[in-house]
Structures are given as structure tokens and as C-alpha cells.
């Protein structure tokens, strides 16, 4: 652990005394696998757009959830850093996406130079294969983190250093590489995984993301199979199910991570059939939204129930149920979604979850 905390002291110390940015430091936990010559601008076009929408950015809250210390650890991480957990989870790195897209977004480099850090300290956990397998869910902590970085890597490409985003490129991909390989007939994680829909749909975001930066056909139709199965999933009232029955909070995961997924999908006939798949959660979702923004989580199967790895109980994830509602609104072109963000966004709920930071 010792080593660990050295090699993040020395990231700490290159990016805020040379200067530079995580970019002059890609990973060196295994060769260069892939080169992204693919990689554009364009390719990153319609995910910009929807991050950019101004009710977008407000669902993001005043500054990003989730603190970063020098090193570059967040959550769990800190506790392993500090001795007091016995193993890394890359998963709790992907909050580090959330200060580089808002860095970006809102002009403030330190912000996008926080959240490379942390990047680049889950990173350093990647196998030469690609994955991450630390956790009792190598498999979705791996998507989870995938999905982060790979939206840091299209968006800072688009409007920050292409240099800085092709430096992590290749590690993207080989995640996503490894991620394709995945298969329910051998590993019973992924028949696990099916209980739950939002990680249908962070996988294909992951993998199409992984498609865009490496031009890799094989990716774009592996992420079609996940988009296909969340897509099954989906009830007549519009519902995304979260161990067979309807979930507030995951049902605005579910939403976010499939309106990712569609700014990026380049057949057009299948994006309007997840857009109409979105919008129709999403309004169910909206039926949830009280006159004053607060939101109805009764009867949800997972929020206010499971604990997370702090113990603690499971809230409403405001911030992501306004993203959810936006995302929609922003895909739709509905003025009711749209409102419903708004009124989220505006509810003294929201600002709760805000401040101070969550940690």
C-alpha cells in the first residue's frame, strides 16, 4: 500500500507543481493496446450537446458531489489509502468524470485537474486484460467506472485537451474491451446483473463510448445487446425494474445512463426507440415529482432499504433524478419533463443534497 500511495503523491505533485495535467501521465499498468486514432470531435458531438443543456448543467448541483483528496482517492478509496479498508474499489473513482464534464463546462480547470486525479487513480488498478477486479462486483464496478471515464475522455477531446483525453484513450478502451467479453454463460455475475436494469444500460453506455473513441464495430454492436435487454426490460407504464419491481432513485439512473447512451448512438432509427423508451420512463418518473420538487419514493424496492458502503441508508438521489428529468426533456423536446426538472432542481430537496458536499 505503501507503493500506491507514493505513485498517487507523485501524480498529486506532478499535476499542481509542473503545471501539467494527467494527460503526461497516461497509465502505466500495461502496453498501449489501441491506439484512438478514431477519436473527434464529432464523435463526441451529441453527448457535448445534452451535457451543455443549461438544465443539464443545474442538475449537476452548484459543484460536484463527491471530494477528492490530494492524492486523488475518493470514497472508499480514502479508507484504503488511510490503512482502514483491506482493498481498493475503482467504482467509488468514478465520481472524478463529475468534476472534469463540470470543470469543462463551468470554466474552472481546477476542477477538471481534481477529477483527472482521480481518474488516474483508478487507473492505476486496471490488469493488463483490461478490467478492474476489485470488489464483489468486478464486473459493474468496472462498467460504473468505464462509463465515467470514457465520458471524461469524449467531452475533454470536444472542449478541453485532446492531448489530455488521448492520453487516457486506450485505457478506456481496453476496459470496454474486456467489458464485451463479459457473458452471462459463464459468469454468474452477469445473470445477476440482468436483476437490475441501470446497469443494462451504464453498459452500453460504457461500450459505446469504448465504439466512438476506438472506431470498434464489435463494441458498438456488443453495447446494442445491453441497450436491447434494458430496452426488453421496460414495462408498459414506462417503468425499468430494480429486482423486479420499480425504483425511484434507479429508475433515474436508468434514465441518465440510457440518455448518455443515446447522444452517442449512431443509428438513428435505434435512437428513437430508446428516446421513446426514455421518454415514457420518464414520465412515469415525473409522476413521482411533487408540486414542490420534493420526490415520492413509496413502494421503490431499493432506496430507503439498502445500505451502502458506509452503512448508511440509501437516499434519494436528487441530483440524479433532475439529470434524469432534463436528460429526458432534452431528448424529447417536452416542455412537462422540462418542468419537472426545473421544479426539482428549485426544491430545497435538491439543495439539501448539495450542501454541504456529499463525501
Known amino acids: 500500500m505503501g507503493a500506491r500511495f507514493v505513485g498517487a503523491l507523485a501524480l498529486c505533485l506532478t499535476l499542481s507543481i509542473g503545471g501539467a495535467s494527467a494527460a503526461q501521465m497516461p497509465s502505466q499498468s500495461a502496453p498501449r493496446v489501441a491506439t484512438a486514432t478514431a477519436l473527434s470531435t464529432q464523435n463526441s458531438r451529441g453527448l457535448v450537446a445534452l451535457l451543455q443543456d443549461p438544465l443539464v448543467m443545474a442538475a449537476s448541483g452548484p459543484r460536484p458531489n463527491g471530494g477528492i483528496i490530494p492524492s486523488g482517492a475518493m470514497g472508499v478509496n480514502r479508507d484504503y489509502e488511510a ?3 483491506p482493498a481498493p474499489l475503482v467504482e467509488d473513482q ?5 468534476w472534469i464534464v463540470a470543470g469543462l463546462l ?5 476542477w477538471v485537474q481534481r477529477g483527472w486525479r482521480a481518474v488516474q487513480w483508478g487507473i492505476e488498478l486496471q490488469t493488463p486484460q483490461g478490467g478492474f477486479p476489485q470488489g464483489r462486483e468486478p464486473i459493474h464496478s468496472t462498467t460504473l467506472f468505464t462509463e465515467a471515464a470514457g465520458r471524461s475522455v469524449l467531452v475533454d477531446y470536444a472542449l478541453g485537451s485532446p492531448d489530455r483525453a488521448l492520453a487516457f484513450a486506450d485505457d478506456v478502451v481496453r476496459a470496454a474491451r474486456w467489458l464485451g467479453m463479459q457473458r452471462p454463460e459463464v459468469s454468474p455475475e452477469m445473470v445477476n446483473n440482468a436483476r437490475f436494469t441501470h446497469r443494462m444500460w451504464s453498459m452500453a453506455a460504457a461500450l459505446a463510448y469504448g465504439a466512438q473513441i476506438a472506431n470498434d464495430d464489435s463494441l458498438e454492436a456488443r453495447s446494442t445487446e445491453f ?3 434494458a430496452l426488453a426490460a421496460e414495462t408498459s407504464e414506462g417503468i ?7 425504483d425511484l432513485g434507479y429508475q433515474a439512473a436508468s434514465i441518465v445512463f440510457g440518455a448518455r447512451y443515446a447522444a452517442v ?3 438513428p432509427v435505434r435512437r428513437a426507440r430508446v428516446v421513446a423508451a426514455l421518454t415514457r420512463g420518464a414520465i412515469w418518473l415525473e409522476g413521482r415529482v411533487q408540486e414542490d420538487g420534493s420526490a415520492d419514493p413509496s413502494g421503490s424496492t431499493r432506496i430507503l432499504k439498502e445500505r451502502d458502503r458506509y452503512g448508511n441508508v440509501k437516499h434519494i438521489p436528487y441530483g440524479m433524478v433532475a439529470e434524469a428529468l432534463a436528460s429526458a426533456a432534452w431528448l424529447s423536446h417536452r416542455s412537462d419533463l422540462s418542468g419537472a426538472a426545473t421544479r426539482v432542481v428549485e426544491s430545497e430537496a435538491f439543495k439539501k443534497y448539495f450542501t454541504p458536499a456529499r463525501p
Open 227 to 229: 441497450a436491447d435487454q
Open 94 to 98: 468514478r465520481g472524478g468524470a463529475d
Open 106 to 110: 463551468r470554466q474552472r480547470p481546477d
Open 240 to 246: 425499468f425494474p430494480e429486482k423486479g419491481s420499480y
Open 83 to 85: 490503512g482502514r479498508r
Open 265 to 267: 448512438v449512431r443509428d
